[in-house]
DNA sequence: ACCTGAACACCGTTCAAGT
DNA sequence: ACCTGAACACCGTTCAAGT
């Protein structure tokens, strides 16, 4: 927007990476663009090649510092550390839901997702989860926690608002299930559920893993 | 490509929708434009305007109809039909991972969601679980299928091709828990985890469910 | 080291028009 | 009813250049 002043300290890829993520959050992975976004750094459009390759490696690091926003805490029980790790990666989806989808559907891993992976299987080997129950317990915990945050962004949990009005709209004879099961389904309520859904696993994961100190 | 000759039967929306989806499949969400469909129709641009709105309610209609192949069987088993209904839902990720990732991430409702929500539904009232525990049963099993969908489609579980080097070559030091878990992570077989997490969730919802006929 | 202008090959879409 | 051309406001990116 504003033309940088003169003397100004340059430009970094810090700076770029947070100007993109607030583009995104506010309008949409659609409306990011190399020309739009240099125009709110107040900078020309080829200024950003100077710091990125092209829009893909942008792109990439928007999800990796999105991705990184999940924090791993590492001075409590090991479950306790699984909870608070999956929260914390629910809340990064909720935070910055158009640039989580993104890195769902991004072709490559990015540094922060061997982090998060690092996370899960240094809380599960603390408890004392032998190795292959460990891998299987991450993969557990990563599945519902992404799959639940996706389906809170798509709608598919059916907890946003209008969602009675939306089900009311829906012809019975096609529908009679929705219709039938329609207070059940807005009454929900997603972080109860999320809570439930997370103890219920982990308490799969202790029953099972050995009760020996490693 | 080839222009279209004279006395041609009209172009239909499912034409285009075809055409569309293929494109997508085969080169990516970001290579489908008004421009390059209309060509590989052999029309020009403009002439998808009189068939859609505008590009959204093209991929709107791709989205709906790649979500539409999920098949509802409802000639079985109440836990067989949901066994057969994920898996299904699975297989259309599999074969369109970059629609499927976008129909997780487009913020309407599509008809298709509100048709595999009423299969889910239907077959666990075909199992006699009362309406709340059906509600919960969908959200179990729905976020279940799409977070392990969404994790294979991005490299999450890590069970691709190439991820043993790639774990190989993360520094030791800063991942020795990837490190340490590095042959359970690619010995996984995806297949067997889908339906061991499958049965697992299905057998819960059928042990709480109750075992009057309604 | 840091930033830019001009140019090229794209893109979605409006509008008025052709058959 | 079905399709189009021309035009407009965008877009990513290359390349050569400015300080």
Redesign the interface.
């Known amino acids: 927007m504003m033309p940088r002043t003169k003397g100004q300290a340059p430009l970094t890829r810090e700076q770029i990476i947070r100007a993109a993520m607030q583009l995104v959050d506010d309008e949409g992975?659609e409306k990011l663009s190399m020309r739009r976004l240099a125009d709110t750094l107040g900078v020309k459009p080829m200024t950003l090649y100077y710091y990125f390759e092209d829009k893909s490696a942008l792109l990439y690091a928007i999800i990796d510092a999105v991705l990184a926003e999940c924090v791993v805490a590492s001075e409590d029980s090991w479950d306790n550390r699984l909870r608070s790790l999956c929260r914390s990666l629910r809340g990064v989806a909720r935070r910055h839901p158009?640039i989580f989808?993104?890195?769902?559907?991004?072709?490559?891993?990015v540094p922060a997702?061997?982090a998060i992976?690092?996370a899960f299987?240094?809380a599960l080997?603390a408890g004392a989860v032998p190795?292959?129950k460990?891998?299987?317990g991450y993969?557990?915990l990563?599945?519902?926690?992404?799959?639940?945050a996706?389906?809170e962004?798509?709608?598919?949990?059916?907890t946003f608002d209008g969602t009675q009005t939306?089900l009311d709209a829906?012809p019975t004879e096609?529908?009679?299930?929705?219709h039938?099961?329609r207070q059940?389904?807005t009454a929900?309520d997603p972080d109860q559920?999320f809570e439930y859904?997370l103890n219920a696993l982990i308490d799969g994961i202790g029953a099972e893993r050995q009760e020996q100190n490693s």
Request: proline share 4%; no cysteine; net charge negative.
């Open positions: 992975m158009a989808v993104a890195a769902m559907s991004y072709e490559q891993t997702d061997f992976a690092e299987l240094d080997s190795p292959d460990a891998v299987r993969h557990t990563i599945t519902f926690v992404t799959g639940f996706v389906d962004i798509a709608g598919l949990l059916f939306m829906l096609r529908f009679p299930q929705l039938r099961h059940y389904l929900a559920e859904g």
